[in-house]
T-cell receptor, first 114, second 116 residues
């Protein structure tokens, strides 16, 4: 099925551990983004990419890295997990400039850092 | 600064009641507006969007929204809600320019609970 696929769906990490959240889309979308969703705070942009090889920081980038080596994949790396990174993470993609198309969202990764 | 405000954090209604969720935005330049819905345990899905033209926009599942430029508002409405409308609703705004800075800004969300 066409869409945005995120893995894993659930993850528990210990403080200080690192991991990568995977995101892949098969719609040939140029624009991809990572958001975190926290209660009462809506969605906050972590990092985004406007094409392969191009990434930039969003609103809350600290503690996260991204890369975009292909159009399809946009992994999010947690370098040294902290309890403040407990959240639900959503990957989203768009065919072009976000304002003109809106997003297609993945199903999310629920991350708990203990 | 760019922002989207949703002042109703939690709305509780009975089935068949009418719904209006408020959304105000602050965004320099021309803006496109969106409403997304997140059903329990699911990802966000697009309900409707406004780009230009008729300020009254109709979306899926009987929802509609009205863009009032003078009030910087984009309120979501539904004449008669159903229990299945229980979800969280997010208003969002994005610039129309071809700039990576024109990112989608989301409001904090409104949780809608429908009593059977």
């Amino acid at each position: 099925n066409a869409g945005v696929t995120q893995t894993p769906k659930f993850q528990v990490l210990k403080t200080g551990q690192s991991m990568t959240l995977q995101c892949a889309q098969d719609m040939n979308h140029e624009y991809m983004s990572w958001y975190r969703q926290d209660p009462g705070m809506g969605l906050r942009l972590i990092h985004y990419s406007v094409g392969a090889g191009i990434t930039d920081q969003g609103e809350v980038p600290n503690g996260y890295n991204v890369s975009r080596s292909t159009t399809e994949d946009f992994p999010l790396r947690l370098l040294s997990a902290a309890p403040s990174q407990t959240s639900v993470y959503f990957c989203a993609s768009s065919p072009g400039q976000w304002g003109n198309y809106g997003y297609t969202f993945g199903s999310g990764t629920r991350l708990t850092v203990v | 600064a760019q922002s989207v405000s949703q002042h109703n954090h939690h709305v509780i209604l009975s089935e068949a009641a009418s719904l209006e969720l408020g959304c105000n935005y602050s965004y320099g330049g021309t803006v496109n507006l969106f409403w997304y819905v997140q059903y329990p345990g699911q990802h966000l899905q697009l309900l409707l969007k406004y780009f230009s033209g008729d300020p009254l926009v109709k979306g899926i599942k009987g929802f509609e929204a009205e863009f009032i430029k003078s009030k910087f508002s984009f309120n979501l409405r539904k004449p008669s809600v159903q229990w299945s409308d229980t979800a969280e609703y997010f208003c969002a705004a994005a610039g129309t320019g071809y700039s990576s800075a024109s990112k989608i800004i989301f409001g904090s969300g409104t949780r809608l609970s429908i009593r059977p």
